[in-house]
T-cell receptor
């Protein structure tokens, strides 16, 4: 079992819809969780991070964390074509260390 | 926030060439830097952690003699791909480590390396 798993997609949604991206992780002791957006040929940029169970909202983005089920998700409301990118989930798996492990990313396509 | 500058952004060279990639912290001092490699449609894979003034820590399976890492100052870390071959073609990204367990990393812009 991979440490951080994401469906590679592509996930295709129409403009204005809600895009839901999911990530599961293997280490129950994981402490912090990050969502990065990566455009083709570019380095990742931070969207959100979360470390407490529940929801965290920032504009059109909502991160959801469920430690009991070991999953973290990212919801994008009112999806725009400019949201089309690969979304990477990163999890701090190693207790006490600051080196997150990345999932392979989910490709999101928002079509007009 | 922390700014990380990475150069060059793109390198195309012949097989057998050695290529150096620089990663600079512009507004902070970094005692460590992370180096990642990313193949198309794959995840970021941590290659090594550079440590200022001491040897780098390599991840399992990464050839130390192939990927030379130097962290000579608190603002500069370099990755040299020695005698590069086509299979070394990839996207290489450096990042400054988080300042705390719940803090994000700060990535450089990445280097696209293409070996002919």
């Amino acid at each position: 079992q991979k440490e951080v798993e994401q469906n590679s997609g592509p996930l295709s949604v129409p403009e204005g819809a809600i895009a839901s991206l999911n990530c599961t992780y293997s280490d129950r002791g994981s402490q912090s969780f990050f969502w990065y957006r990566q455009y083709s040929g570019k380095s990742p940029e931070l969207i959100m991070f979360i470390y407490s169970n529940g929801d965290k909202e920032d504009g059109r983005f909502t991160a959801q964390l469920n430690k009991a089920s070991q999953y973290v998700s990212l919801l994008i409301r009112d999806s725009q074509p400019s949201d089309s990118a690969t979304y990477l989930c990163a999890v701090n798996l190693r207790g006490g260390s600051y080196i997150p492990t990345f999932g392979r990313g989910t490709s999101l396509i928002v079509h007009p | 926030g922390a700014v990380v500058s990475q150069h060059p952004s793109r390198v195309i060279c012949k097989s057998g060439t050695s290529v150096k990639i620089e990663c600079r912290s512009l507004d902070f001092q970094a005692t460590t830097m992370f180096w990642y490699r990313q193949f198309p449609k794959q995840s970021l894979m941590l290659m090594a952690t550079s440590n200022e003034g001491s040897k780098a820590t390599y991840e399992q399976g990464v050839e130390k003699d192939k990927f030379l890492i130097n962290h000579a100052s608190l603002t500069l870390s370099t990755l040299t791909v020695t005698s590069a071959h086509p299979e070394d073609s990839s996207f290489y990204i450096c990042s400054a480590p988080p300042t705390g367990v719940n803090q994000p990393q700060h990535f450089g812009d990445g280097t696209r390396l293409s070996i002919l």
